[in-house]
């Protein structure tokens, strides 16, 4: 990847509203070339979109726990991805090596919720979690670039 494209990857994944003039103005382009190359990023599938960045504690959602599920059945680790991503609580999952078969990401309003969501979770596809809540962030969505 060219000099130019990881630039323009690191300001975007820092300020994605970023408008092509300034965006060409930090990288030495016109807006129309800086545009391009954006185009072209988004073509390529290196850029798949833009999101919001909500903070999960303005949205109510102020506790965040890691999940690690272990289905106790292989019928219910087929469906537990499906099962998973229903769940809007549930903000990211992985499957994984190791003990667990699943790590995923819940933001939740209170620790009351979190003990609803393993209860449903457990219930659903009959599993074993293990649960850490986070106390404090150190950094989120650290650039790529």
Do not use: K
Request: net charge neutral.
């Amino acid at each position: 990847m060219e000099p130019t494209d990881q630039q323009i990857l690191a300001l975007l994944s820092r300020e994605g509203r970023m408008s092509f003039t300034e965006l060409g103005r930090h990288v030495g382009l016109s807006t129309s070339a800086a545009q391009q190359r954006v185009r072209r990023l988004e073509q390529r599938g290196i850029i798949t979109g833009y999101r919001a960045d909500i903070d999960p504690v303005a949205a109510g959602r102020a506790l965040s726990a890691f999940i690690e599920i272990q289905p106790l059945a292989a019928e219910h680790q087929d469906r537990a991805p499906n099962y998973l991503a229903s769940l809007p609580e549930i903000t990211s999952c992985y499957s994984v090596a190791g003990d667990a078969s699943f790590l995923c990401l819940a933001q939740v309003g209170s620790a009351e919720e979190l003990d609803e969501l393993l209860t449903r979770i457990r219930r659903e596809l009959a599993v074993n979690t293990v649960t850490t809540i986070v106390l404090r962030t150190a950094f989120r969505h650290r650039p790529l670039v």
